[in-house]
């Protein structure tokens, strides 16, 4: 199995940055798509951002609007998602997820094999 944690949460106030780190393992000498969501009170969980094994292809949701970037450091099993501009709607609980088996060919939650447990990120108005 794929273990994930999650790191990098935090009240931060509007306008400001947080860099989230994901710690994947499970599969040594094997990396997969890695993506990022979010679940804010009273919603649904959302897709943020994904990366591909490589690196070599990366999503951003619409409602990131150029402030997010998502990388990966295969050598250290880590994935990232630098938030910077942060608002008050992007109040969530964030989670990193792995997509093991089969095609990465859909990005809604119930495609993803394994998750983390989240962590929480306040954006204060």
């Known amino acids: 199995q794929v273990q994930l944690v999650e790191s990098g949460g935090g009240l931060v106030q509007s306008g400001g940055s947080v860099k989230l780190s994901c710690a994947h393992s499970?599969?040594?000498?094997?990396?997969?798509?890695v993506a990022w969501f979010r679940q804010a009170t009273g919603k649904g969980r959302e897709l943020v951002s994904y990366?591909?094994?490589?690196?070599?292809?990366?999503y951003y949701a619409p409602f990131v609007k150029g402030r997010f970037t998502i990388s990966r450091d295969n050598a250290k099993n880590m994935v990232y998602l630098q938030m910077n501009s942060l608002e008050p709607e992007d109040t969530a609980a964030y989670y990193c997820?792995?997509?093991?088996?089969?095609?990465?060919?859909?990005?809604?939650?119930?495609?993803?094999?394994?998750w983390g447990e989240g962590t929480l990120v306040t954006v204060s108005s």
């Open positions: 997820a792995a997509k093991v088996y089969g095609p990465a060919d859909s990005w809604l939650p119930r495609a993803m094999d394994y």
């Open positions: 499970g599969r040594p000498g094997s990396m997969y798509p």
């Open positions: 990366i591909t094994w490589n690196g070599e292809t990366t």
